[in-house]
């Protein structure tokens, strides 16, 4: 059974830190693109960052940039997301996705809420 499980959103200051966690199951996680997105209430889900599978390449978003960091552990099974100087407008539910070909999973999403 195929999981993408995130974790680690929760509420924040403004110019505050969080840490995601996006940890897979049920498939060969080294073979698959990873990739965070963001989807705000009103809004169109976006793309903040994504990390190629053996983890050579990554990209940003322009408003993220600088900002966060986008990482995995092919031993673990697991993608992250360091997310630095965060603001109001990254108030957004955060989820994963895995690519590889045509195939792609999506995780359930996590919040991340940044207010004082």
């Known amino acids: 059974q195929v999981q993408l499980v995130e974790s680690g959103g929760g509420l924040v200051q403004p110019g505050g830190s969080l840490r995601l966690l996006c940890a897979a199951s049920?498939?060969?996680?080294?073979?698959?693109?990873m990739s965070w997105y963001r989807q705000a209430p009103g809004k169109e889900r976006e793309l903040v960052a994504a990390?190629?599978?053996?983890?050579?390449?990554?990209n940003y978003a322009d408003s993220v940039k600088g900002r966060f960091t986008i990482s995995r552990d092919n031993a673990k099974n697991t993608a992250y997301l360091q997310m630095n100087s965060l603001k109001p407008e990254d108030t957004a539910v955060y989820y994963c996705?895995?690519?590889?070909?045509?195939?792609?999973?999506w995780g359930q999403g996590t919040q991340v809420t940044v207010s004082p």
């Open positions: 996705k895995a690519r590889h070909i045509t195939s792609y999973y």
């Open positions: 990390i190629t599978n053996n983890g050579d390449s990554t």
């Open positions: 049920g498939f060969t996680f080294s073979r698959y693109a």
